[in-house]
């Protein structure tokens, strides 16, 4: 891809993310609609455009979390606060147990996620019929690994290319 074209390309992405319709897109991005519409199904295009839209969420993800300090402050203030109601009260006890329990369960559901990987790495490099530790798996759920690992590994590869 060109330098030129990459700049349309982002150009592009960018009317995409901040004007609320695609005519208005292709405007700021000095492009036909036909044509903003052709790189919306062009795949190198659909790449960056997620890639985008993930880098805007992981900013605001990183807002939230450094935000997050002070609002377990607030409820905590507010559970504590005998000038509170009691609504008040037990709405920030039950907010702020609901995010633990959130949050234990993301670390969970990480922590499974990182073996699945793993397995999906040893499955992919050997025989599953010579290791043990994998033969209590069904030969779907073994498929089932091996696709998240060579997704992961598409994924890795286009990041890197």
């Known amino acids: 891809m060109t330098e030129k074209h990459e700049k349309r390309y982002a150009r592009a992405i960018i009317g995409l993310l901040e004007k609320p319709t695609v005519s208005e897109a292709a405007r700021y991005a ?3 609609e036909t044509t ?3 790189w919306m199904n062009d795949t190198g295009f659909q790449m960056l455009y997620r890639a985008a839209r993930r880098d805007i969420v992981k900013q605001a993800v990183a807002r939230l979390q450094r935000a997050c300090s002070r609002a377990v402050d607030t409820l905590q203030d507010v559970m504590e606060d005998s000038e509170s109601s009691a609504s008040a009260r037990v709405t920030a006890a039950k907010t702020v147990m ?3 329990f959130k949050a234990v369960e993301l670390e969970d559901l990480e922590e499974r996620v990182t073996a699945l990987e793993g397995l999906g790495d040893l499955a ?3 025989d599953v019929q010579d290791v043990p530790e994998l033969s209590h798996y069904t030969t779907e759920e073994l498929s089932q690994i091996r696709a998240i690992h060579e997704t992961a590994d598409a994924r890795r590869d286009s990041a890197r290319g």
Do not use: C, F, K, T
Request: aromatic share 8%.
């Open 98 to 100: 609901e995010m633990a």
């Open 30 to 32: 000095e492009v036909s």
């Open 36 to 38: 903003l519409y052709r």
């Open 124 to 126: 992919a490099r050997v």
